[in-house]
């Protein structure tokens, strides 16, 4: 009996358990994480960021310095769970798609945080870039870094 | 050239909400169709595995190596199970090689190639050869009924079925208890259909099926804060197994009181 229990109930019992937990605290994270990310975001002394690789020539040329901004988050089992499910038919991976968006607009603020301290009005040449940092080994843990650099433009004062 | 960000709208990259009809229709939809293809998969297997022939679970078994034995105790219970096999119409193809440890556990199982292995804590347990004449029987009728087989192959394709599926993920997990759950259904199904030729073999063996069900009124006794559903267990439960035996015994006849001969215990 005792041999049932622990190799039936107990991984059913610990799923159940991870899953629920993962659940809530994955809710509970992602609402408060964008509550954060849209109010900085729309805060209007925000450093700009651009796309474009230049910014239209001036005189005298402003100084120009490297700036990142990098995330790691990590997923919880309940995302885990939905996405292990999607992958059998295919389709959008929603869970993932927002621990994605949520370490993305983080990355750019980070960046942004940064440049803004070194004085700085605008970035240009914003790129990102996304690397999981489990690797290809199924049993890691899920978790990825999201790093997002560019270059800051800060003007002569 | 004036620059400025302007706030993108939300729920363009993420559905908010998205995931909740994912969750429900997978969920549902995915367990029920794997539910099913598993039912289906299992009946075919099952049904294909008592076609296997008898020499290749020989064959088997014999690459095991194990040990030839030769006590008095061995040769005592291998006695029982060929008259009781007689007794109950064995198949001539199938042959039966008794096993015999000394171990305290009360239990005894057949398994692959006719082999079945009875522990010490089973003849001591009980009192009368009947009863344990009758767990032999038992025994016997899996063999009979070729489950040891029917368990292997299902176990195998639920596994790879699972593995298929699934792969690594945690899910292989939480299908593999579904799935435990679903062959744990037809080892019970198994029991009863065995328990039914084990009465038949002893009646012809005996005249009479006093003393069936001894071992079951003493584990009975024994566990009585059994705490484990019959769902979730190989066998179904004690109450239930007497009460069968009861019936079983009364609709087709069997003369339920008679003489108890003891158990030869040797040393």
Known sequence: MEIFLAQFIGPLVIALVLLTVGFFSGRYLEKKHYTSIIARETSPDQVM???ERLPPPVLPAPVTQLVSGSVVISSDYFKRF?????????GRL???????????????????????????TQIFNVKLETMSIGGRNPNSVSCLEVLAYGTAIIPHS | MRYENRQPPEGINVVEHGWVRDFILLVIGFFAGLALLCWLLLQLVAWTAKWTPFSWEQALTNSWALEEQSSEQQGYLQQLADQLAHAGGLSPELALQVRYSEDDTINAFATLGGNMMIFEGLVDAVDSEQGLA???AHEIAHIQHRHPVQAVARGLSMSLLSAMIFGQTDLAQLAGVGGSLALLNYSRQQENEADRWALQALHNHYGHVAGADELFRKLKEEHDDLVLPEWMSTHPDLDARIANLEKIAR???????GELLPVIRGR
């Open chain 1, 49 to 51: 960021v651009f796309a």
């Open chain 1, 82 to 90: 939905i996405a292990g499910l999607r992958m059998l038919i295919g």
């Open chain 1, 94 to 120: 929603n869970t993932y798609e927002s621990l994605l968006d949520r370490a993305r607009r983080e990355a750019i603020l980070r960046m942004r945080e940064e440049a803004k301290a070194l004085g700085a």
């Open chain 2, 134 to 136: 009758f767990v032999i």
């Open chain 2, 251 to 257: 609709d087709n006849g069997y003369e339920m009181d």
